[in-house]
């Protein structure tokens, strides 16, 4: 048996778990396999040495990353090194914006051979794949946050707080402390939650018939009356407009008026013949995706449909902005489509993907060497880390059920939310921890 030493919070070297079996159980002994992020098993016959997790929000809420987009030439399938090099001359650059510092302390990294335990339980969360540099292993699971007992519906940062916000379908709200890791509140609102999201000091929960908000600088809760049936997606602009994409297909928009402190309804956008999943705002427009299969674009300005955009056969699960108008959509036909202005101003497509599995969610963000990832989660569990703009893989998270939800924060870190309710934190490596 491979007998490993380690020293733990400044106590003499214990023996812990090696890959060929187990270390005599005593008192002091760690867990191998809970260092490296990789230990499901509750109880554990190895201790889990307590340590603290910094998780520090990103104080400017900033849900943006830079991508470099591909020819509308290239393709979808592989191609030879020298394709590869006469399409990447071609590339253009484009701000994406997704559509809402850890200590590695007890951090390993895990490799491509050391993904699933030999001689322990198939690991929950774990993560295969290199990157384009031929450096391996950039990310790693951190931390694991249990409490929530159905799908995980939201994971939010509000920008000047030093807590996490994750919600459940069963309505569950939980408060988690960033430096603690540690859950410090705990409520049930009483209906299903479908979408938790954050902009600036507010906090915003869509429920059935109701949309419930909290300025956490004035410590100050709302209850936004006015949806009929459940709230599947919101989004808020900094000029404290709100967005709820309702689940008959409207879209119902607030603004916020200090003088009275409330939420007034502006107008309800009506066009979708079902659902709406998601929305992003951009370059004076809202963009929807629904059940229906389509994306619709409304003006700001004249607070209209401008265009419907088609080319899904299936439900449009995720939208993901760019800065100069562009917009990334997946869904459950299977593909990510990329949408362009043309010189008219209406939008087409500019270019596809397949993949193989239908697609869930989207969403942006960068890694510790600053290069564009775009996290595209499957309904086989996984959620495939792509850098871009070549689409090359740099790694797979695994989960037990579905990841529904996905979040960055500062410092590396980011964030998944899984159908069991599991809240995963990951965090890029740099050179130094990887």
Excluded at 359 to 366: D, K, R, S, V, Y
Aim: charged letters at 20%; glycine letters at 10%.
């Amino acid at each position: 048996m491979d007998d490993k030493r380690v020293k733990v919070g400044g106590k003499a070297p214990v023996r812990t778990r090696g890959r060929g079996g187990y270390g005599k159980k005593k008192n002091g002994t760690v867990c191998m396999y809970w260092l490296q992020g990789r230990c499901n098993r509750n109880p554990c016959r190895f201790v889990h040495a307590a340590g603290e997790v910094n998780i520090t929000p990103n104080p400017t809420n900033s849900r943006s990353y830079t991508y470099h987009r591909k020819n509308p030439t290239d393709s979808t399938s592989n191609s030879d090194s020298k394709q590869k090099k006469q399409k990447q001359q071609q590339q253009q650059s484009l701000s994406l914006t997704s559509g809402p510092s850890g200590d590695g302390t007890h951090a390993s990294h895990i490799s491509q051979q050391d993904s699933h335990p030999e001689s322990h339980e198939e690991s929950s969360l774990c993560t295969r794949g290199s990157s384009g540099d031929g450096i391996a292993n950039l990310f790693m699971r951190l931390a694991q946050l249990d409490g929530h007992n159905k799908t995980v519906t939201g994971i939010a940062l509000p920008s000047g707080s030093d807590k996490l916000y994750t919600a459940s379908g069963d309505g569950d709200l939980r408060v988690w402390d960033c430096h603690t890791g540690r859950c410090v509140h705990q409520g049930n609102l009483g209906a299903q939650i479908g979408c938790l999201i954050s902009q600036g000091p507010w906090l915003f929960a869509g429920l059935r018939n109701l949309v419930k908000a909290w300025n956490l600088k004035t410590e100050t809760q709302y209850s936004i009356d006015g949806p009929v049936g459940q709230v599947y997606a919101l989004e808020a602009t900094t000029e404290d407009v709100l967005f709820a994409g309702m689940e008959d297909g409207s879209i119902f928009t607030w603004k916020y008026d200090p003088k009275t402190d409330s939420f007034p309804l502006i107008t309800i956008f009506k066009g979708h013949t079902a659902s709406v999943l998601s929305l992003q705002v951009g370059c004076k427009s809202l963009y929807s995706g629904s059940m229906d299969n389509t994306i619709r674009r409304w003006d700001l300005d004249t607070l209209t449909c401008s265009q419907t955009l088609l080319g899904h056969s299936a439900a449009v699960t995720s939208l993901v902005l760019s800065g100069d108008g562009c917009l990334l959509s997946c869904s459950l036909d299977q593909t990510i489509k990329i949408w362009a202005c043309r010189q008219d101003g209406s939008m087409g497509v500019f270019d596809t993907r397949n993949e193989e599995h239908p697609i869930l969610a989207l969403f942006g963000m960068h890694d510790a060497h600053d290069k564009p990832i775009l996290c595209c989660s499957c309904n086989d569990n996984s959620v495939i880390l792509y850098e871009l703009p070549s689409f090359t893989k740099r790694g797979t998270i695994f989960s037990k059920q579905e990841v529904g939800r996905i979040q960055s924060g500062l410092g590396g870190l980011f964030f998944t939310g899984d159908g069991t309710g599991q809240v995963a934190v990951w965090k890029w490596l740099t050179p130094r921890t990887a």
